[in-house]
């Protein structure tokens, strides 16, 4: 009888998180419909627990979505923790990955307002491009189990300390207000942009109009004041 390869009746789904990793056998082109499948059950995930919660939503609600069976959504993600990370985890390292792509991109020398500009019209369109991954954060962050919250939690510092960053280098460079808590400015900024996840609708403006409102908005209020003119002689 011909032999049959161990690798190949062995093999198992790919561990949560580690959906990019290529299995024995597996072509890329078996590999990118994978990675593909995961990211459809991903968003449609973060459209149940966006509607539903944390512990509303089920996995057969979660297959449906999509028109898959439970059990196929399971060699995918082994249980609902793992696709709650999953989600959550890409709603803050894809946007912490784009702005700092973004901000790589610019000229050296740009001036740290712009800087500013660039982040805050980067983290919005990330939001209105993936806003159910962003509601569903928003929501699911103080309903999950503690070990998948601190997990969150972490990925949100580390994406809070580049804003800290970008803060600071612009009221160290005096383009800001230096009499502000940059903390909550932060916090503050954050809120404002996260929250278009719920109140936009395409028609009337375009994402990156309603960025430079916002941008204009807040820069405007944050700027340092001109120094005064002086008096013309007498």
């Known amino acids: ?21 290529s299995l024995p056998d597996e072509s890329s082109a078996d590999v990118g419909k994978r990675v593909a499948t995961r ?28 028109g ?22 890409a709603g803050a390292k894809r946007t912490h990955a784009r702005l700092a792509q973004r901000l790589s991109d610019l000229p050296s020398d740009v001036d740290p307002l712009t800087r500013l500009e660039a982040a805050i019209e980067t983290h919005l369109l990330m939001v209105l491009a993936h806003e159910d991954v962003s509601s569903a954060v ?5 309903q999950v189990p503690a070990p998948l919250r601190e997990k969150a939690l972490t990925d949100q510092r580390a994406y809070g300390a580049l804003w800290r960053t970008l803060l600071a280098e612009a009221r160290d460079a005096g383009a800001i207000r230096a ?5 909550v400015v932060r916090m503050a900024l954050m809120g404002a942009l996260n929250w278009a996840s719920d109140w936009y609708r395409p028609g009337r403006m375009t994402p990156n109009e309603i960025a430079r409102d916002i941008s204009q908005m807040v820069l405007r209020g944050l700027a340092a004041p001109a120094p005064p003119i002086p008096p013309p002689p007498a």
């Open 68 to 89: 898959m069976k439970a059990g196929s959504l399971y060699y995918h993600f082994g249980s609902r923790e793992a696709l709650v990370e999953a989600v959550m985890e």
């Open 1 to 21: 009888m011909r032999g049959v390869s161990v690798d190949r009746v062995t093999r198992k789904a790919p561990a949560p998180g580690l959906g990019e990793t």
């Open 179 to 183: 009499d502000l808590d940059l903390s």
């Open 138 to 142: 928003i929501k699911l962050i103080w």
């Open 39 to 66: 990211q459809s059950i991903v968003d449609a995930a973060a459209r149940i627990f966006r509607r539903d919660g944390y512990s509303g939503a089920r996995l057969t609600d979660i297959a449906a979505e999509i």
